[in-house]
């Protein structure tokens, strides 16, 4: 009984929709290039989409592989062929004025399954429109602005995946706007949304850690502490400078009261974050970055691994090398990248004698990235990079080659 609607949806699929699908060639700008100016609060929209004929909808995507070798301290596992991530988007304008876009996310093959975003935008102004849905909060540039086929890396910032949990989404409401200026553009966004737990500082790595909200799946529908996390950003850029971001995102993330009874003070967690991204003149050097501060208030019955300070950040920098015609392939980029990143999770000092908690690491990742279009990067990668201990001990030292792929479809 489905063989025929089956087969009808793949005609269908292998015939009509390739013959009458767009792509909006605008959305195909390499990382850097300053002909198109957005902010990073657009990178939500700013992906290639597919529509076809008058389907309601618009589809996208992308997705990323690669090989790896890596060894710490003369230690190694070997070859590694990851699948990393598939990503699908389905965008619709639902009226004028209404618009719906979500990201759903397949990491490790299907080992993790995410709903990042699934937000409905009723737009009445540029500098006032309404937000809901699934957001992802704005702290910093990365968490929004983090598709693969953007960066020269195939790794993600070690201070946006272990500092700060990035794609940090959850169900949440709030307003966002612009506005233009000659050579200026002003952004800002305020949303109200799910919060962090417990598990920041109650989790297996034994210390604290924001990234380790992200596995509880109940925060789109449950607040531990019953009180929302707000999240404040806002932006400006030039366009012969570039962007600079300024964002905040706080809350109270404990239980402190059940039925009314109180159980505990309410424990907040702040967060502050810095990012740029510019273009040099003449040189063309692509520069991109960003830098947090965590305090966490940490309850005095945990020992002092659970660090209530913490600070990190990364800056990437971009060189083109090459831009010119490569086989069929117009204005193909060859890069030279180079990432420097520091996490430090524990900026506090041992009671007993003073010493500083030396929980921190470093990493240098130099690395060779070709364009053949502006939706497709292949990369090549090298990971040098210490990490120390609560006690400071000699570091374990990383390090190994990555190459791989990350490509919009």
Request: charge should be neutral; avoid cysteine.
């Amino acid at each position: 009984m489905m063989t025929r609607p089956l087969l009808g949806f793949l005609v269908f699929w292998t015939y009509w929709l390739p013959a009458h699908a767009q792509i909006d060639p605008d959305l195909l700008k390499i990382p850097g290039d300053s002909s198109k100016q957005m902010l990073n609060m657009d990178a939500v929209y700013n992906r290639p989409f597919t529509s076809a004929g008058k389907l309601p909808v618009s589809l996208g995507g992308y997705l990323e592989a690669n090989w790896q070798h890596l060894g710490t301290d003369g230690i190694s596992e070997g070859h590694q062929f990851q699948f990393r991530r598939m990503t699908l988007f389905v965008s619709s304008t639902i009226a004028r004025r209404l618009k719906f876009l979500s990201e759903l996310e397949f990491e490790d093959g299907t080992k993790e399954i995410a709903l990042e975003f699934a937000a409905l935008d009723l737009e009445w102004f540029p500098l006032l429109n309404l937000r809901g849905g699934v957001i992802l909060n704005p702290i910093g540039a990365f968490n929004q602005n983090h598709d693969g086929p953007k960066w020269e890396f195939i790794d993600r910032p070690i201070s946006a995946t272990q500092l700060l949990p990035a794609t940090w989404s959850n169900a949440g409401f709030g307003l966002y706007g612009k506005y233009n200026k000659r050579d200026w553009m002003f952004g800002y966004e305020a949303y109200l949304s799910g919060n962090f737990d417990q598990s920041i500082i109650d989790n297996g790595l034994n210390r604290t850690s924001l990234a380790e909200a992200k596995k509880n799946a109940d925060r789109f529908e449950d607040i531990h502490s019953g009180l929302p996390l707000f999240t404040l950003k806002t932006a400006a850029r030039h366009n012969q400078l570039g962007e600079v971001g300024l964002s905040y995102m706080g809350g109270v993330y404990n239980k402190y009261q059940e039925d009314g009874l109180p159980l505990d003070e309410k424990r907040r967690v702040d967060v502050f974050a810095i990012d740029f991204n510019g273009t040099l003149p003449v040189l063309n050097t692509f520069i991109t970055g960003e830098w947090a501060w965590i305090r966490v208030n940490v309850p005095p019955t945990y020992t002092e691994q659970y660090g209530n300070k913490q600070r990190g950040g990364f800056v990437d920098l971009v060189q083109p090398l090459v831009k010119k015609r490569i086989l069929e392939w117009e204005d193909a980029v060859m890069n030279l990248a180079v990432r420097l990143e520091y996490v430090d999770w524990n900026r506090n000092k041992f009671v007993s004698t003073g010493d500083p908690i030396a929980d921190h690491l470093w990493s240098l990742v130099p690395g060779l990235s070709f364009r053949p279009s502006g939706q497709t990067v292949i990369r090549l990668n090298y990971r040098i990079q210490r990490q120390w201990d609560l006690l400071g001990n000699p570091p374990a030292r990383t390090g190994g080659f990555s190459f791989g792929f990350s490509s919009y479809f």
